[in-house]
């Protein structure tokens, strides 16, 4: 059975972090995992991907706060968000791709106060 499990949602003050978890059961050979987001009223974006332990990439709107990181024993993403921002309100989907399709998670939600 698949499962993605993702936690680490919450409030948080603008200027403050929180850490995303996505943990991937039931899915073999995965080749990429990413987060992405998705805000009231806009289209869900590419927030960060991870390839392997060295291959990222990032939205321009978080580089150099957001770091997204995997442990392959796991099965599981993470995405260490700081010095966050209220246009960060969002809510967070883990995204894991393998060779036949991809998962999607049930969302997590961030909402950063000003």
């Known amino acids: 059975q698949v499962q993605l499990v993702e936690s680490g949602g919450g409030l948080v003050q603008a200027g403050g972090s929180l850490k995303l978890s996505c943990a991937a059961s039931?899915?073999?050979?995965?080749?990429?995992m990413a987060w992405y987001r998705q805000a009231p009223g806009k289209q869900r974006e590419l927030v960060a991907a991870?390839?392997?332990?060295?291959?990222?990439n990032y939205a321009d709107s978080v580089k150099g706060r957001f770091t997204i990181s995997r442990d392959n024993a796991k099965n599981t993403v993470y995405l260490q968000m700081n010095n966050l921002r209220p246009e960060d309100t969002a809510v967070y989907y883990c995204?894991?791709?393998?060779?036949?399709?991809?998962?999607w998670g049930q969302g997590t939600q961030v909402t950063v106060s000003s």
């Open positions: 039931g899915i073999f050979s995965i080749d990429v």
């Open positions: 995204n894991v791709v393998t060779s036949r399709r991809d998962y």
């Open positions: 991870v390839a392997s332990a060295v291959i990222t």
